[in-house]
């Protein structure tokens, strides 16, 4: 049985630990050599590199739609810092440094969370759409991720069938970031747009991309151990050059995730071996 937290023991303790972390969370980027990524243009670059969409209510979650519509309303808060960032050359994103004041005029709303292994509703809920969204997005583009941190649950099937298994990003202020850093010598720029439906992302470069990127599983398979099954994919990119279509396949890394709902009958899950 693993130990309990101080804050789960004495739960009046979490907000101060929670800003204790912020604070060094903060620190410690001031600090570490990257120029981080805060300037916006207006205007927006000539090229775009890659574009994609988000649904924004999913009505058979199983939660108390409310929450869905309180994401919303986070969403459309924290894209606000991100809509028009320019990423220049040798500069990093941060998705925490960006969004960070982003409810300082107007708070966030409880939306749906994962907290301690349970999906609840919680402060500024849902953010984690935007972040997987935004990774999605640089995974099709020539920029570095040089942080990203999936999630431990998956706890709701997904909404969005044509993406591959293994693609989405968690963000927890003071401990969990998504960071990309422009190792080029082109500078892109981030859009976030909203209609009634959908969350939809955009990245545009000064200059063209040479190149274009497909993102795939080439293996999904699930295992349960003592009880619990998990979600094990291999997420590979195809480069492409677009003047020679000269192709490079390279294997970026294997997502490891516990699956909480119901999966489908024709899924095959394999049993720990020895169990």
């Known amino acids: ?10 739960p009046s303790l979490a907000p101060l630990r929670k800003w ?8 410690k980027m001031r600090f570490d050599e990257n120029t981080y990524a805060k300037s916006r243009a207006e205007a927006p670059l000539p090229y775009l590199v890659f574009e994609t969409s988000s649904l924004l209510i999913n009505e058979n979650s199983g939660y108390d739609v409310k929450f869905q519509y309180n994401k919303v309303h986070n969403l459309r808060l924290a894209a606000k810092p991100i809509h028009n960032l320019l990423i220049k050359p040798n500069e990093t994103f941060s998705f925490c440094q960006c969004v960070r004041f982003a409810d300082r005029d107007e708070p966030y709303r409880d939306g749906l969370n994962l907290v301690d292994g349970k999906i609840t509703g919680s402060y500024g809920g849902g953010l984690c759409q935007l ?11 020539p920029l570095t991720v040089v942080e990203r941190h999936g999630h431990d649950v998956e706890a709701l099937p997904p909404t969005e069938e044509n993406l591959p298994c293994g ?11 998504l960071k990309a850093r422009n190792g080029t010598d082109n500078a892109f720029q981030i859009e976030i747009s909203f209609d009634r439906q959908f969350m939809y992302g955009r990245i545009l470069s000064q200059r063209p991309v040479e190149t274009s990127y497909t993102v795939y599983n080439p293996s999904v398979s699930y295992l349960r151990q003592n009880g619990r099954v998990y979600q094990l994919a291999e997420v590979c990119r195809l480069e492409t050059d677009k003047g020679t279509s000269r192709k490079t396949e390279r294997h970026l890394y294997r997502n490891r995730c516990e699956i909480t709902y119901k999966l489908p009958e024709n899924i095959d899950v394999e049993e720990e071996r020895g169990a």
């Not at 972040?131 to 583009?141: A, N, P």
């Open 1 to 10: 049985m693993s130990r309990k937290r101080v804050t789960q023991v004495f």
């Open 20 to 27: 204790q972390r912020k604070q060094l969370f903060y620190l």
């Open 131 to 141: 972040s997987s969204l935004l990774f999605w997005i640089f995974l099709h583009t």
């Open 167 to 177: 693609v989405d990003a968690t963000v927890n202020e003071g401990w969990l970031d």
